[in-house]
């Protein structure tokens, strides 16, 4: 009878184990930038953005070199002309100056529309391919490890699988 007593008490525990492992979450983890970047898609977008920054430079650069004439014939003509003359060459190039300014905002502005234009398909289809990967594998929670503030836990690394789901070497 005490020996019965002993094999119940060790069932009871071993279906107690086992119920308490399966109920623990299974956590995996993985680097979403170092695959974002790994991705094909994020070459063609960082060749776009680049294209597009080179543009608004070159154009930068040649309204400053614009400027610069003006400004330097309006100083070395300033002697042989009128007040008045000065005045408005002076107002001239203040609004040339603003103009300037206003082309640079706009410019950044694109730049950063155009990035997250960009990289909003890539980030949402590596999501949609992590949570595949992790359904498919049977994990509950999948931690960003490219986060500072993530605490690490012994979980599985995803990424080999997820860069093989997108078909990245």
């Known amino acids: 009878m005490k020996h019965l007593r002993s094999i119940l008490f060790a069932a009871a525990l071993c279906i107690g184990m086992v119920s308490f492992v399966g109920a623990?979450?299974?956590i995996a983890h993985i680097n979403t930038?170092?695959?974002i970047q790994a991705m094909p898609e994020m070459a063609k977008?960082?060749?776009d953005l680049e294209t597009l920054s080179k543009?608004?430079?070159a154009e930068l650069k040649s309204l400053g070199e614009e400027y610069q004439k003006k400004v330097q014939?309006?100083?070395s003509e300033?002697?042989?002309?009128t007040q008045e003359e000065n005045t408005a060459r002076v107002k001239e190039v203040q609004t040339m100056e603003q103009s300037i300014r206003e082309y640079q905002v706009k410019a950044q502005q694109d730049l950063q529309?155009?990035?997250f234009d960009l990289l909003k398909p890539i980030t949402e289809r590596a999501k949609s391919k992590i949570l595949e990967v992790a359904r498919a594998q049977?994990?509950?929670y999948v931690l960003d490890s490219s986060q500072p503030s993530t605490i690490m836990t012994d979980g599985k690394d995803l990424l080999a699988e997820v860069k093989a789901s997108l078909g990245i070497q």
Do not use: N, P
Not at 78 to 81: D, F, L, Y
């Open 73 to 75: 014939l309006y100083d």
């Open 33 to 35: 930038q170092e695959l």
């Open 113 to 115: 529309k155009k990035e």
């Open 45 to 47: 977008a960082k060749s």
């Open 55 to 57: 543009t608004y430079e």
């Open 78 to 81: 300033a002697a042989t002309k």
């Open 24 to 26: 623990q979450s299974k």
């Open 138 to 140: 049977g994990f509950d």
